[in-house]
């Protein structure tokens, strides 16, 4: 089977980082999966003292 990726960054949003809005966080998820989409990993990457700068989401799906 041959698979397609899509990877989705979503930075993280307050005066420090860290907040991420999960009301469009969920819309996009649920947006993607009415398409086809699998979430196969969720990661965040940080800035200085450990907080969230971006959230990163890969999925995938069948070609064809």
Excluded at 2 to 27: H, M, N, S
Excluded at 38 to 64: C, Q, S, W
């Amino acid at each position: 089977m041959k698979w397609e990726y899509k990877t989705i960054k979503l930075r993280a949003t307050g005066f420090i980082g860290g907040k991420l809005d999960e009301v469009q966080f969920d819309r996009m998820m649920n947006d993607l999966g009415l398409q086809g989409w699998e979430l196969t990993a969720a990661f965040d990457t940080n800035e200085a003292y450990g907080n969230t700068r971006d959230v990163v989401a890969i999925f995938k799906r069948p070609m064809g």
